[in-house]
């Protein structure tokens, strides 16, 4: 999809039964080349700017720092039983706000338990124009021993906004390798 904007929305070609029961997977601006449209040069991290999230049962929204970009990515759906096997659940999407290195902690609603849930990073925009500072759009997230959602970058001193999407996988034959890395 090209992404010019703030907020853009696209229709989804299959409703979903639920906002709850999917979410936006493996957003990336530009898949393999990165930049805006057109671009040959090299881009700094706002130009890479973009994050896609499901905004309701029919659409899924969009939208970036700067320009126009091709985003790619997947939307994961549930359409089992309630209670199925491979059944999950979408707990929260969030925006977390960086604007230095360090931690930022925000409350989820509606965890059972943590060690069955996923961060997925779903999109992140940044402020930062200099192509020599890349690092500055690294970020991680991860559930504290609290249920709470950690987003974290080791330096930066740019705006960073991280888009994230709690998924908590319910169904018995999920099984996930929760864990974590510390910037060191």
Not at 18 to 37: D, K, L
Not at 79 to 103: C, K
Request: charged letters at 15%; proline letters at 3%.
């Amino acid at each position: 999809i090209d992404v010019t904007s703030e907020g853009q929305t696209h229709t989804l070609t299959n409703t979903l039964p639920a906002t709850s029961s999917a979410f936006v997977r493996n957003t990336n601006p530009r898949g393999h080349s990165g930049g805006p449209v057109g671009s040959t040069g090299n881009s700094g991290p706002d130009d890479l700017s973009g994050y896609a999230y499901v905004s309701s049962t029919s659409q899924i929204t969009l939208g970036r720092q700067l320009g126009t970009h091709k985003m790619v990515g997947e939307v994961w759906r549930y359409t089992g039983d309630l209670g199925g096997l491979d059944e999950f659940v979408v707990r929260d999407r969030l925006q977390v706000t960086l604007t230095g290195a360090g931690p930022s902690t925000t409350s989820v609603s509606g965890v059972v338990d943590r060690n069955k849930c996923i961060c997925f990073i779903t999109g992140k925009t940044c402020t930062q124009n200099s192509q020599n500072n890349m690092a500055e759009m690294g970020a991680i997230a991860y559930l504290d021993v609290n249920g709470d959602l950690v987003v974290e970058r080791g330096s930066g001193s740019s705006t960073l906004v991280v888009y994230v999407t709690v998924v908590e996988f319910t169904g018995s034959n999920w099984t996930v390798g929760y864990s974590r890395t510390t910037f060191g």
